[in-house]
């Protein structure tokens, strides 16, 4: 199948992870895309994460966690390389 193979310690380890926690160190700029309807990270935590880091907030509307559609993954291309063409 591929991929990395994942055993017992990485996922326990996930459990002690705060993603915000880390994020908040790094000094660079941040930008956040979520999917609308996103069932497996709700976007409350999307928006928690852009307001806690001063970052810009881009939903994709109807989009779930995976932007498995063409339309969202075009969505989602679009607002990556219009954060990263931007200067602040």
């Known amino acids: 199948?591929?991929?990395?193979?994942?055993?017992?310690?990485?996922?326990?380890?996930?459990?002690?992870?705060?993603?915000?926690?880390?994020?908040?160190?790094?000094g660079g700029r941040v930008h956040v895309i979520h999917g609308e309807l996103d069932a497996?990270?709700?976007?409350?935590?999307?928006?928690?994460?852009?307001?806690?880091?001063?970052?810009?907030l881009d939903v994709i509307p109807g989009a779930g966690h995976t932007f498995d559609s063409l339309a969202w993954t075009s969505a989602?291309?679009?607002a990556a390389s219009a954060f990263l063409l931007s200067e602040r």
């Open 76 to 78: 989602f291309h679009e």
């Open 40 to 56: 497996s990270v709700p976007l409350g935590v999307g928006r928690r994460y852009a307001a806690e880091t001063g970052a810009d």
């Open 1 to 26: 199948m591929g991929g990395w193979p994942l055993g017992r310690p990485f996922l326990e380890e996930l459990r002690d992870l705060d993603p915000l926690v880390t994020v908040k160190g790094y």
